[in-house]
Structures are given as C-alpha cells and as structure tokens.
C-alpha cells in the first residue's frame, strides 16, 4: 500500500505545485499502457506495517499533489484490496476540484475505479454501501462465482456490456449490490485477461498505485510500462516483517531482474522525483 493513501485524503487542485505539467503517455497496440506511481525513503521503504499513521506521510505535500496530478491522466486506477480499504479514494477522485482538473485534460470526469483482490469479502461491502461510485472488484477464484458468462465477460468483440448475473451465495450477492464484480482467472486474477478487458473497454492508459504485492504481480507478467517513484528524504530501518519494499511477494530470477531507463530527474526541496521507463 501507497502510505501517501492514509488518513485525510483532501485535494486541493488549485493550489498543486505540478512535478510534470503536461504529460504525454504512448499508446500500445494490444493492451493499456501501464504507469505506476510510489513513494520510497532513502532505504527503499514504502510502509510501515505496525504504528502507520505515525509514520505518515513518508512524502511531501508536492508529492501527494504529484500522486493526485498522475491520477487526472488516467483512463482507470487500479488498487489491490489492502489499499483499497485503507483510505477513501473514491470520494476523492469524485471531488469536483479532481473531476474539473480531469476534465481540463480531456479525460472524463469519472475515474474508474477498480480494485483487484482474490478473495473480496464483506469489508468491501462495507466501504462501499454507500459510496458515491460503484468501483470494479476484479477477482479470482471463478469456481465459487456460478451463473457468470466468462467467455462473454472477456470476449474482444462484445466486453461487458451489462453488469454479470446475480450469483448464489448471500456475500457475493451483497458485494454486488455495492460494486461491478468482474470475474477473471481460476485460482487468482489473471492479470493478462484483466489487461485484455481493460483494453476492450477502450481504457490506453492505466495508473497502478498499490500496493507492492499488486505491482509485483504486474511486474511479473511484464505489464508496467512506467514507474514515478517520489524518493523521501527519510531512513526508517527495518526489523523483520515490520516494513514493506517497492515490491513484495516476488523475487525475480537474475536472468528476469527487470531494468529500467531513466526518463526524467527532478527535485523539488529535498525530495528526488524519478521517473523510468522499463527496459524490455
């Protein structure tokens, strides 16, 4: 999880201090283009997972207008479910300051909203019972979601053009009343299927901010194009289990340690804004 996502998330677009002022995105011809956006200390950390909110924010108050500035070029944000449950995303992203600021960019004024987790459960139809937009809950685990058409979910020609049939079980029923259940793999999210239907759905670009399991998940299937990583000028340390990496749950083996180039360096007061393009 980004830990610039915790706490109050108030935006106020007028008075952003913009790291990159008219950004231009590529285009891919057989999926989105996907960027990702974090925060690291000096020592590579992105969380603390004990005592939280004490050491929040790890970043500034441009850093966090960054984070927001990279939201407004979006055609979706994606976020794993830890994320998703700790702070209110979309009740930010529906702000009219962030939907005016998307709509000076040509985007829509909604940003999608999806959150990709292989067992979502009640917490999520907690945070979402009364919220102003439905987000996307993409998941794993298919067996247990009958009576949904896979091929006609996935399909290049026809997408989802209706939200999937009721399914059986009392949990699922009630995360649908709140949220757009996408089905997508057996066991896990299949993250090559879900880039599949982001693109059928017409979405070039795509922001992943967290958290470090979700981006290694994408790394792994080689579907990050870009990285912005906000380097804070902090040393936190780090004692077993208690601290989390740009990326966790993957080690990747010397011959597939992915590279990037270096686009941009930027620095604003004592923070290092970098931003990198992988090397395939």
């Not at 998940?217 to 208690?242: M, R, S, V, W």
Request: charged share 25%; glycine share 6%.
């Amino acid at each position: 999880m980004d830990s610039r996502l915790r706490g109050n998330d108030n935006i106020v677009i007028n008075n952003m201090k913009f790291v990159y002022p008219n950004l231009t995105f590529p285009t891919r011809n057989n999926r989105p283009f996907f960027y990702a956006n974090f925060v690291a200390t000096l020592d590579g950390k992105v969380q603390v997972l004990q005592n939280t909110q004490k050491y929040w924010p790890l970043g500034s108050e441009t850093d966090y207008a960054t984070l927001v500035d990279l939201r407004t070029y979006a055609d979706a944000l994606v976020h794993g479910k830890t994320t998703a449950l700790a702070h209110p995303t979309i009740e930010s992203i529906n702000k009219p300051e962030f939907k005016q600021a998307r709509k000076k960019r040509g985007k829509p004024e909604t940003l999608p909203y999806m959150i990709v987790s292989n067992h979502p459960g009640k917490e999520l139809v907690k945070k979402y019972r009364n919220a102003p937009q439905k987000p996307v809950v993409v998941t794993g685990n298919t067996s247990s979601w009958s009576g949904i058409d896979h091929d006609r979910i996935f399909s290049k020609k026809d997408a989802i053009t209706t939200p999937p049939r009721r399914i059986r079980s009392s949990m699922t029923k009630e995360l649908q009343n709140v949220a757009d259940v996408i089905p997508c793999g057996e066991k896990s999210v299949d993250l090559n299927k879900l880039s599949l239907w982001l693109f059928t759905q017409g979405y070039k670009h795509v922001l992943i901010e967290g958290g470090p399991h979700l981006f290694g998940a994408f790394l792994k299937e080689n579907l990050i194009d870009e990285l912005f990583l906000t380097i804070a000028p902090k040393i936190i340390g780090n004692e077993a289990g208690k601290t989390l990496t740009l990326v966790e749950g993957k080690l990747f083996n010397p011959n597939s340690v992915k590279k990037w180039q270096l686009i941009s360096v930027k620095n604003f007061g004592n923070e290092i804004f970098l931003r990198y393009h992988i090397h395939q």
